[in-house]
C-alpha cells in the first residue's frame, strides 16, 4: 500500500537537504507517494504565511512527514508539527560510523538512544512579567520564603510537567530499550532530571518513569542528575542504551550527544506521537549557508532511515543506512562540516551510488 510522504523543506538549509533526502527515496524505487507543498519562506512570499491551508491539509492526511528546519517568521510549522499533531516524544540516535570525524579518542561502537520529552516543561515559552504571578499568587512562598512580589520588576518561565506527560514518555522509552535488547542492546533505561532541586516537577518525572518500569521486569533502570549525565554522555558512551528526560534537558543533551557521532549535520531525529510522525535533522535552518550547496544532507537521509523503519520498511531503511555508511568509511565524498570539500548534491550523488 501506497504510503502519503509530505515534504516541508522551511528554511534556509531545510529545502536543501529535503530535496537530497527525497532524491535518494525516489531512486530507491518505494512504494511512496512523495508531496511537496510550498512553506516556509517561499510561502510567505506567494500568499502571506509560511504554512498555507494546501499544505496543512496535505500534512494531516499523511503516513509520515519530512521536515526541514525554520527559521523565526516560519515557526508556526514546527509549532503545529509538534504541539498540534502531539508529537510528543522526540528520539534522538546517536551513533557513530566509521570514517567519521569525533572529538572521542575511541568511538566505535557508541549507539545510544535519547527519547525526549516533546510537548511539556519549559517549551513552548510560557513567560511573562513577575507582576502577574505577584497578582495572581500572591500567598505563595518559595523555599526561602519570598514571595514573588519581594523579586521586583522581572520575567519568569513556568515549567509543565503532567502525569499523562511522564507515563507515555517513560513507556515510550521503555518500548524502544525492549527493541533494542532484541537486538543485542543491554536494555537499560536512564532516567535524567534534577530532582533534588526541582523536586516537585522532576520529582514526579523520576517517579512517573520508576513505576512504568516495573512493567518491563525485562530492562534495567538507573537515574542521574542532569549535569552529571552530561559528564557521562562525554566520558562512558558506551554504557548508554536509552535515555528518557524532560523537555529542554533532552534538547541540550542530544546537541552534545550529537558531536560523539560527529556534529549536527550527522544527528537525525524523529518526533512520534500516537498519530503522527515527523523526521527532521537536529542541525536547524543554518542561514550562514543557505544556498552554497553545501549543506551536510547526512543527519536528514538518516532522518529518513528512521521514517522508513517507522513506516514498516525495515529492510529499505538497513539498506539506506548501509549506503550511508559505505560513502563514510571510503571518505571521498564529504562536505566542509566533514573535512572535506564536497557539495550537497555530490554526497547525495554518492549515497545514491551505493545504493544500486
Given at each position: 500500500m501506497t504510503k502519503k510522504i509530505v515534504a516541508l523543506g522551511g528554511d534556509g538549509i531545510g529545502p536543501e537537504v529535503v530535496d537530497a533526502a527525497i532524491q535518494v527515496l525516489e531512486s530507491m524505487n518505494l512504494d511512496l507517494e512523495i508531496l511537496k507543498p510550498l512553506c516556509g519562506e517561499a510561502a510567505i512570499k506567494k500568499f502571506g504565511t509560511p504554512f498555507p491551508k494546501e499544505a496543512m491539509d496535505l500534512t494531516n492526511q499523511s503516513d509520515a512527514i519530512l521536515f526541514g528546519a525554520t527559521e523565526q517568521a516560519s515557526v508556526i510549522i514546527l509549532a503545529y508539527l509538534r504541539w498540534v499533531l502531539d508529537t510528543y516524544a522526540n528520539l534522538r540516535p546517536i551513533k557513530y560510523y566509521?570514517?567519521?570525524?569525533?572529538?572521542?579518542?575511541?568511538?566505535?561502537?557508541?549507539d545510544f538512544l535519547i527519547v525526549r520529552e516533546n510537548s511539556e516543561g519549559m517549551y513552548p515559552g510560557r513567560e511573562g512579567d513577575i507582576s502577574l504571578l505577584a497578582e495572581k499568587l500572591p500567598d505563595y512562598k518559595d523555599l526561602m520564603g519570598k514571595s514573588f512580589a519581594d523579586f521586583g520588576k522581572g520575567k519568569f518561565a513556568i515549567r509543565i510537567i503532567t502525569e499523562k506527560g511522564c507515563k507515555r514518555?517513560?513507556?515510550?522509552?521503555?518500548?524502544?530499550?525492549r527493541e533494542r535488547k532484541k537486538r543485542g542492546f543491554s536494555g537499560k533505561v536512564t532516567c535524567v532530571t534534577k530532582s533534588n532541586v526541582l523536586r516537585e516537577s522532576c520529582g514526579l518525572f523520576q517517579k512517573t518513569c520508576e513505576e512504568v518500569i516495573k512493567g518491563y521486569p525485562e530492562l534495567?533502570?538507573?537515574?542521574?542528575?542532569?549535569?552529571?549525565?552530561?559528564?557521562?554522555?562525554?566520558?562512558?558512551?558506551?554504557?548508554?542504551?536509552?535515555?528518557?528526560?524532560?523537555?529542554?534537558?533532552?534538547?541540550?543533551?542530544?546537541?552534545?550527544?550529537?558531536?560523539?557521532?560527529?556534529g549536527l549535520g550527522m544527528a537525525p531525529s524523529a518526533c512520534i506521537g500516537d498519530r503522527y510522525a515527523y523526521f527532521e535533522p537536529v542541525h536547524g535552518s543554518a542561514p550562514d549557508i543557505a544556498g552554497k550547496g553545501v549543506a551536510n544532507p547526512t543527519a536528514t537521509i538518516l532522518s529518513s532511515v528512521m521514517m522508513l523503519e517507522y513506516l514498516g520498511m525495515r529492510e529499505k531503511a538497513e539498506e539506506l543506512e548501509n549506503a550511508v555508511k559505505?560513502?563514510?568509511?571510503?571518505?571521498?565524498?564529504?562536505?566542509?562540516?566533514?573535512?572535506?570539500?564536497s557539495k550537497t548534491r555530490n554526497v547525495t550523488k554518492a549515497i545514491i551510488q551505493k545504493l544500486k
Open positions: 566509521e570514517g567519521v570525524s569525533t572529538p572521542i579518542k575511541d568511538p566505535e561502537g557508541i514518555i517513560a513507556k515510550a522509552a521503555c518500548e524502544k530499550a534495567r533502570y538507573e537515574h542521574f542528575y542532569v549535569d552529571d549525565m552530561a559528564r557521562r554522555i562525554v566520558r562512558f558512551p558506551k554504557d548508554i542504551d536509552v535515555i528518557v528526560t524532560s523537555n529542554m534537558f533532552g534538547d541540550i543533551l542530544s546537541d552534545l550527544a550529537g558531536e560523539l557521532m560527529g559505505a560513502v563514510y568509511e571510503e571518505g571521498k565524498v564529504l562536505t566542509p562540516d566533514m573535512g572535506g570539500k
